[in-house]
């Protein structure tokens, strides 16, 4: 079993529909949790970090973990073409040694139409 | 702005060539990363770095090395290169415990897609 397993998708949308992407982990120690955003033919970028359990917004994106469940969920409100991407969600357990790794799901190939 | 950049977008390099990736961060970041991303399976850490010369093997090590003689350059080399290892590579950097604490993002550079025939 994977640490991290994230559904690859692919997931079609109308533009303006609520996106929900998810994750779930078996590593309970797992306290920092991660969304990655990557565009086609580029490298992932940071789009949501977020420690522990609860919720963050940041415009129309929304993080949310829940460590009880060993889930993670990031939430696009009026999602648009420029969201079209694969969403990688990524989470590490506290640092060991000095540095740390970052343990990445499958990633989740969004595609939002007009 | 940080900033990872990568030697090469595309490479294509025949079996059993001795194949080396390059990756520079200008940042000063401690620790550096190299990752392969193949559909459905994410990224697979092969090799890190926490400081100029260590290294750490990662998930997936077998078939190759790294190098890292200067703090901002971090080198990926296939000894052999195999079919088996067509791929996206992607170089990461994050600037470390000692400048950042416990907060671990990573920076990615842009990715060198290899093709092995």
């Known amino acids: 079993q994977k640490e991290v397993e994230q559904d690859p998708g692919p997931l079609s949308v109308p533009e303006g529909a609520i996106v929900s992407l998810n994750c779930t982990y078996s590593n309970s120690a797992f306290q920092y949790f991660m969304w990655y955003r990557q565009y086609s033919r580029k490298g992932p970028e940071l789009l949501m970090y977020t420690y522990s359990s609860g919720n963050k917004e940041d415009g129309r994106f929304t993080a949310q973990v829940d460590k009880s469940s060993k889930y993670i969920s990031l939430f696009i409100r009026d999602s648009q073409p420029s969201d079209s991407a694969t969403y990688l969600c990524a989470m590490s357990p506290p640092i060991s040694g000095g540095y740390n790794k970052l343990i990445f799901g499958a990633g989740t190939r969004l595609a939002v139409h007009p | 702005d940080v900033k990872v950049t990568q030697s090469s977008r595309y490479l294509v390099k025949r079996t059993g060539e001795k194949v080396f990736l390059e990756c520079v961060q200008d940042?000063?970041?401690?620790?550096m990363f190299w990752y392969r991303q193949d559909p459905g399976l994410g990224l697979r850490l092969i090799y890190f770095s926490y400081d100029v010369k260590m290294k750490e093997k990662g998930d997936i090590p077998e078939g190759y090395s790294v190098s890292r003689e200067k703090k901002e350059r971090f080198s990926l080399i296939l000894e052999s290169a195999s079919t088996n290892q067509t791929s996206m590579y992607l170089c990461a950097s994050n600037p470390g415990y000692r400048l950042a604490g416990l907060y671990n993002e990573q920076f990615f550079g842009p990715g060198t897609r290899l093709t092995v025939l």
């Open positions: 940042m000063d970041h401690e620790n």
